[in-house]
């Protein structure tokens, strides 16, 4: 089974600076797709940014990239000038390429903004 | 409509009550899926379908839990004879195929008394 895994469960940036949250994860597929989700205050499940296993570049989406590190399992989100808006619960997420295409998320890490 | 919309958005109930959540995908989403969310926790996956037909539901936790996706649209998960363990954030997603990234409702949060 696969496994996801944020380590750290709080961190901080200041406002306009660069933030980076790490995120592991076990899996003997070839083949899969990582996600980062962003949930803010509010409650709700936003979609960040998408990373194909199959690609080696790397994901980015505006302010928000990624560093996939396929050998290491490794999928951390880098977070350029950050903003108040940003501060939010983030979580890493994997599913499968077969048929199966359930998500499984890491336990989340909180980021606070320093303004 | 524009995004996933689940219903209710609270729900408090008694011990042994049975309870009922709605989902209503993003229109033409072939794929639901239904996740738990304990505070504090990442989404849990508890089942999901394609179309009508149930996929996958080794998520459910015992067999108080079921769900349903009777045309292919709307989704109904029931719990029956509640417990306080059950009290969590009950989520939908949907996505317009298997291979396409889920969008997220807002959930329900249920809490059991």
């Known amino acids: 089974a696969q496994t996801v895994t944020q380590s750290q469960p709080e961190m901080s940036v200041q406002e306009a600076e660069t933030v980076t949250l790490s995120c592991t994860y076990d899996?003997?597929?070839?083949?899969?797709?990582l996600f980062w989700y962003k949930q803010p205050p509010s409650r709700q499940m936003i979609l960040v940014i998408r990373q194909e296993a199959y690609k080696q570049q790397n994901a980015t989406e505006n302010r928000f990239s990624v560093n996939f590190q396929k050998a290491a399992k490794s999928f951390s989100l880098k977070i350029s000038d950050s903003q108040l808006g940003d501060a939010a619960m983030y979580f890493c997420a994997y599913r499968s390429s077969g048929a199966n295409s359930k998500l499984t998320f890491g336990k989340g890490i909180t980021l606070s903004v320093r303004p | 409509g524009a995004g996933v919309s689940q219903s209710p958005r609270y729900k408090v109930t008694k011990r042994g009550q049975d309870v009922a959540l709605r989902c209503d995908p993003i229109s033409g989403h072939v794929s639901l899926y239904w996740y738990r969310q304990a505070l504090g926790q990442g989404p849990e996956f508890l089942t999901y379908f394609n179309y009508e037909a149930q996929q996958d539901k080794s998520g459910l936790p015992n067999d108080r839990f079921s769900a349903e996706r009777p045309e292919g649209s709307i989704s109904t998960l029931t719990i029956q004879r509640t417990e306080q363990r059950d009290s969590a954030m009950y989520r939908c997603?949907?996505?317009?195929?298997?291979?396409?990234?889920?969008?997220f409702g807002d959930g329900t949060r249920l809490s059991i008394l």
């Open positions: 899996t003997s597929e070839s083949d899969y797709y």
């Open positions: 997603a949907s996505s317009l195929s298997p291979d396409q990234p889920q969008h």
